[in-house]
T-cell receptor, first 115, second 116 residues
Framework: GNSVTQMEGPVTLSEEAFLTINCTYTATGYPSLFWYVQYPGEGLQLLLKATKADDKGSNKGFEATYRKETTSFHLEKGSVQVSDSAVYFCALSAVRSGGSYIPTFGRGTSLIVHP | GAGVSQSPRYKVAKRGQDVALRCDPISGHVSLFWYQQALGQGPEFLTYFQNEAQLDKSGLPSDRFFAERPEGSVSTLKIQRTQQEDSAVYLC??????????????FGDGTRLSIL
């Protein structure tokens, strides 16, 4: 079946530090890959996506590259801000048995950025 | 509003009571999903609608859980005879098209359900 594995958190960084959150996946077929962000008390918001191998998704300084050879989609940002503190979810969307596209989410990685 | 709207935001019920959670998706979105999110975990799939048809309910944890979307827009998730293990945040998401893995999901802010 489809699955997503994220590095465990919390990840604690100082402002302006470099961020990497690892994500690997297993899936049948050719999935689309997503990163979502969740702020306290809110639902998930799409951060970026990539729909085919070697695509790079980017938004608000965050980037992730779809690596088919390593089945990875690691999230990076060159200089984090306090406002980036949130929980980040890696997800994939691929066909499941029955033909429907039901997203599969990782467990989330909490990011805490200190001033 | 332009986003997915869920109500109530918070619900407290006694064990054994029935509850109903509402989701109003983005207008025109064909696909609607319900998820259960336990504390510190990612969303776990419950059920999926394409318009008014419930195409996948494989994630519903028991026959106490029931969902409907009778007119292909608003959806209701009902939990009968609630148990303490039902305490979680219930998220609703919608997407524009069905059968397209490239479509991102648009989430509501969720309903936090607490069973006493």
């Amino acid at each position: 079946g489809n699955s997503v594995t994220q590095m465990e958190g919390p990840v604690t960084l100082s402002e302006e530090a470099f961020l990497t959150i690892n994500c690997t996946y297993t899936a049948t077929g050719y999935p689309s890959l997503f990163w979502y962000v969740q702020y306290p008390g809110e639902g998930l918001q799409l951060l970026l996506k990539a729909t085919k191998a070697d695509d790079k998704g980017s938004n608000k300084g965050f980037e992730a590259t779809y690596r088919k050879e390593t089945t990875s989609f690691h999230l990076e940002k060159g200089s984090v801000q306090v406002s980036d503190s949130a929980v980040y979810f890696c997800a994939l969307s691929a066909v499941r048995s029955g033909g429907s596209y039901i997203p599969t989410f990782g467990r989330g990685t909490s990011l805490i950025v200190h001033p | 509003g332009a986003g997915v709207s869920q109500s109530p935001r918070y619900k407290v019920a006694k064990r054994g009571q029935d509850v109903a959670l509402r989701c109003d998706p983005i207008s025109g979105h064909v696909s609607l999903f319900w998820y259960q999110q336990a504390l510190g975990q990612g969303p776990e799939f419950l059920t999926y609608f394409q318009n008014e048809a419930q195409l996948d309910k494989s994630g519903l944890p028991s026959d106490r859980f029931f969902a409907e979307r009778p007119e292909g827009s608003v959806s209701t998730l009902k939990i009968q005879r609630t148990q303490q293990e039902d305490s979680a945040v219930y998220l609703c998401a919608s997407s524009h098209r069905e059968g397209d893995s490239k479509q991102p999901q648009h989430f509501g802010d969720g309903t936090r359900l607490s069973i006493l």
